[in-house]
């Protein structure tokens, strides 16, 4: 179950875009998601994550059903500074397979209009649906051929200014 939850931890920041952006998808603050991974042919797996956004700077955190951190994701998202930690040893033989399908996710994050990607030789789309507040979606929906994850924003604090 944890191998699957951190193969999925890239996907979860889908919701993220750039400052380059006049528009973000996000705006600064602290969002807590409940996320849902259905693969063809498992056990639908559910889990917490979290993501921090602050200026230029991403923070993202992959959690236990305990609440412990079992990844961490940081980075600049204007280049190409992130920094992988991976705390679980169950998924520690997937960091660098998380780290490629982060990657390849980081389009989505910096361009807001950006409805699909391709990942190991799949297509897949991004759809926003529903509000959790003021230009924030409710749900960020991650599909493809034999994969679904959705993104929903529980709880979220947007940064004072």
């Known amino acids: 179950m944890i191998r699957i939850i951190a193969l999925a931890l890239p996907l979860i920041t889908a919701c993220v ?3 380059k ?5 996000l705006p600064e603050g602290i969002y807590h998601h409940s996320v849902s991974l259905e693969m063809e042919g498992k056990d639908t797996q559910k889990f917490a994550g979290l993501l921090k956004i ?3 700077r991403m923070t993202m955190v992959m959690l236990s059903p305990f609440g412990t951190t079992l990844a961490r994701i940081t980075d600049r998202v204007s280049d190409e ?8 040893d169950e998924i520690k033989p997937y960091e660098d397979r ?6 390849a996710l980081k389009p989505a994050f910096i361009a807001t209009n950006t409805k699909e990607v391709r990942i ?3 297509t897949l789309t991004i759809d926003h649906e529903g ?3 003021p230009g924030i979606p ?8 034999g994969i679904r994850m959705a993104v929903e924003v529980t709880r979220f604090e947007t940064a004072r200014r």
Request: net charge neutral; aromatic share 8%.
């Open 17 to 19: 875009t750039t400052p």
């Open 120 to 122: 190991y030789g799949r």
């Open 98 to 103: 998380m780290a490629t399908i982060y990657r």
């Open 131 to 133: 509000h959790a507040g």
């Open 81 to 88: 500074d992130e920094k992988l930690s991976v705390y679980s």
């Open 21 to 25: 952006e006049p528009q973000r998808l």
């Open 138 to 145: 409710k749900v960020t929906v991650i599909a493809g051929e």
């Open 54 to 56: 602050a200026g230029d």
